[in-house]
């Protein structure tokens, strides 16, 4: 679990949603960019539900990170059990691998702030404005773009089918995916009409900055999409490794089963309103 924390460590605290259906933790920097990350129950080895709604609660990532690895024992898979809210609303975890020892830990938890613009991603038309590139080259493309400056160009267009990243700025830089030339490295792609949108590179890059190198040893693409009024949505899946004596799910084609793998999000606004 740490490891697909880390994803959106980079944001101080975060809010906890809490469903039937699983875990949601959101973090938000500055209202311009925001990170979900979702636990399905099925990743638990027992997840227990019983509350009415969907309890939120906000706490401090960093400390949840670090009970969290305190817990763990390098080489060894560890049981914790996590539980809220405790008498005082905190969030309360505990070892029960060893019955000799016992590590416990508690979190104070607070009544979240509002999350600025949680909505539902509404698309740009009737066809996707979206493309899948190997998380690998994304991060690798949008590492080179550190050089050029502070906002990003991103550029689809159908004919020929590609993607362009453009960044202007103390240099020039272009970096362009042909769908045609290579659907090795983008696996897939949408697009009816040519659409131009700019982002800030800082944030752009907090969505590939700390992707787990098991995503990149698997290979795994990320998918990008453009909604209405330029909103960017980066979508990674993380595979979240069972204890030692669960056996993963793999179906007859030998993939991961879905409900071991985490899904994360981000949604990131366009420097502009309009399209360009």
Not at 220 to 238: A, D, E, Y
Not at 270 to 276: F, G, N, R, S
């Amino acid at each position: 679990m740490c490891m697909v924390l880390l994803v959106v460590h980079h944001v101080k605290d975060a809010v906890v949603e809490l469903s039937e259906h699983g875990v949601v933790l959101i973090v938000e920097d500055t209202g311009c960019l925001q990170a979900k990350v979702y636990l399905q129950r099925e990743l638990f080895v027992i997840y227990e539900y019983g509350a009415h709604g969907r309890p939120r609660f906000g706490l401090s990532l960093g400390l949840l990170v670090d009970c969290l690895n305190t817990f763990s024992v390098p080489g060894h898979s560890n049981t914790i059990e996590i539980r809220y809210p405790g008498p005082d609303m905190q969030l309360l975890l505990r070892s029960v691998d060893s019955p000799d020892a016992c590590i416990y830990a508690e979190i104070r938890t607070r009544i979240p702030d509002t999350v600025s613009w949680d909505y539902n991603f509404e698309p740009a038309g009737s066809t996707p404005l979206s493309f899948t590139v190997k998380s690998s080259a994304l991060k690798e493309a949008i590492d080179d773009l550190e050089w050029p400056g502070s906002s990003i160009q991103i550029i689809l267009q159908p004919t020929p089918p590609s993607v362009t990243f453009r960044g202007e700025g103390h240099g020039d830089l272009q970096i362009d995916f042909m769908y045609h030339v290579n659907t090795e490295l983008l696996i897939a792609f949408n697009c009816d009409h040519r659409v131009s949108y700019s982002y800030k590179y800082k944030f752009l890059r907090a969505t590939t900055s700390n992707i787990p190198s098991s995503v990149i040893r698997d290979n795994r693409g990320s998918k990008l999409t453009i909604g209405r009024g330029g909103m960017l949505k980066v979508q990674h899946l993380v595979s979240v490794h069972r204890p030692s004596n669960q056996h993963p799910h793999i179906d007859s084609a030998g993939y991961q089963q879905p409900s071991r793998i985490a899904y994360i999000e981000f949604f990131v606004k366009p420097d502009e309103d309009e399209d360009t």
